[in-house]
């Protein structure tokens, strides 16, 4: 065997070493089959909505009620998630969420679904999804060795990117087989067994989580929120960083999910398997680069990979406002999704480690605010401009700006020290 075939073979191995752990295993099995739930569940749910109402509005509606209480809910979710046990906030959550898709399972085969069920079940989920993030990431360091978190994180995110490339297309089959009940009622069971996949976990509980059910149970919950404030706060790395999320969400992710269907229809002429072929692209990239970095033990120079990963990303973006063909900009959007990927599991890597493990909660529920509070504008700001300026110029403008941005906040040394 040789050398390079060898380094190969222990990098898979690598990548796969977290599941050595049957905790994790568990975990992270539950996951995954809950998230291809989540996306099986979303194009059921778009397919509903339009034969329903036939109306944008009320989509737009359904994400709102979404996205909106997992913002409004993520503080107290961070600071929940520190005060108690982040197994038991999962498995509630996850209770949760099988019997609200049961319900709508139940209604839709009935015929008595209306939309302000949607509405409801939205709101309930958005809600659940405050607590349940901030629960698994700060879970996953307690549960792996410091040494397995990059293929822990990776094989997170595998599992989230696997789902949106088999969720849709199994979603359209499951409709056409036994209508929109059918598709509901299987995400609610994915849940279910998510749920039924935590309960070995629970026999360790006390161990996982006793850096959360801490002395500090016995203080405010203000005085929680303060304090993981004040170790944001405190660490340059952290503030600056999540600003610059704030800012790079909006001009990355606005062209991405509003421009890029015009672009598609109106400048390059192509229907909509070639944007479903593009969106693919994004997501295998996100699978590569997880699997080159789940294969290593340590992350070094995560400052580097932060930023470096969200400047190439930007000019990969920049590469779609520019008369290239599908083969170019399919290469562009695998190019960004693996940058993104280096990125965001570097920091999630940056975060499980250099944070103290009694507040992670409260500092990931941070992170999660403030670089998302922005995307609704994002989203507003992408609308107007790809009709007003057209939607290449949108990506050219959102890529050349998300590259400036992180080039000038590496600047500061703080992030430059960051490894």
């Given amino acids: 065997m040789s050398e390079a075939v060898t380094r190969e073979a222990v990098a898979q191995a690598g990548f796969f070493r977290s599941l050595r752990n049957p905790s994790f295993a568990f975990l ?185 059910v801490s002395a500090a149970a016995e203080q405010s919950l203000l005085l929680d929120f303060k304090e993981g404030i004040q170790v944001v706060l405190e660490a340059p790395w952290l503030w600056l960083s999540i600003a610059v999320f704030a800012l790079t969400n909006i001009t990355l992710a606005g062209p991405y999910s509003i421009s890029l269907p015009f672009l598609v229809n109106d400048h390059l002429g192509a229907d909509v398997r070639t944007l479903g072929f593009l969106y693919a692209c994004f997501a295998a990239g996100y699978v590569l680069s997880g699997v080159w970095l789940g294969g290593k033990a340590q992350l070094r120079g995560r400052g580097r990979l932060v930023y470096g990963g969200i400047a190439v990303a930007g000019l990969a973006l920049f590469v779609f406002g520019l008369p290239i063909g599908i083969a170019a900009l399919a290469l562009a959007a695998l190019i960004n999704g693996a940058a993104l990927e280096i990125s965001g599991l570097a920091w999630t890597n940056a975060l499980q480690s250099l944070v103290p493990a009694e507040k992670l909660g409260r500092v990931a529920s941070l992170d999660a605010l403030g670089s998302f509070a922005l995307l609704p504008v994002g989203y507003g700001l992408a609308g107007w401009a790809t009709e007003s300026l057209g939607a290449p110029l949108v990506f050219i403008l959102g890529g050349g700006l998300t590259t400036l941005v992180v080039l000038l906040a590496y600047c500061h040394p703080a992030v430059r020290a960051l490894d």
């Fill in 28 to 212: 992270w099995s539950g996951q995954t089959l809950s998230r291809l739930g989540d996306h099986l569940y979303d194009i059921a749910l778009a397919w509903w909505v339009l034969e329903k109402t036939g109306s944008a509005t009320a989509m737009a509606a359904v994400l709102i009620f979404a996205f909106a209480p997992m913002v409004l809910f993520t503080l107290i979710g961070g600071v929940v998630v520190d005060r108690y046990s982040r197994l038991h906030i999962m498995l509630a959550a996850d209770v949760v969420r099988g019997a609200t898709a049961a319900i709508l399972g139940i209604l839709a085969f009935r015929g008595d679904l209306e939309i302000w069920h949607v509405y409801l079940f939205s709101l309930v989920s958005g809600l659940v999804e405050a607590f349940f993030h901030p629960a698994y990431t700060a879970a996953v360091p307690a549960i792996v060795r410091e040494a397995e978190l990059p293929s822990a994180n990776s094989l997170t995110s595998l599992s989230l990117q696997a789902g949106r490339i088999a969720g849709p297309p199994l979603g359209a089959a499951l409709i056409a087989l036994g209508g929109v009940s059918l598709a509901f009622v299987l995400n609610a069971i994915t849940f279910f067994v998510s749920a039924v996949f935590l309960l070995p976990l629970l026999r360790g509980a006390q161990r996982l989580d006793a850096h959360s």
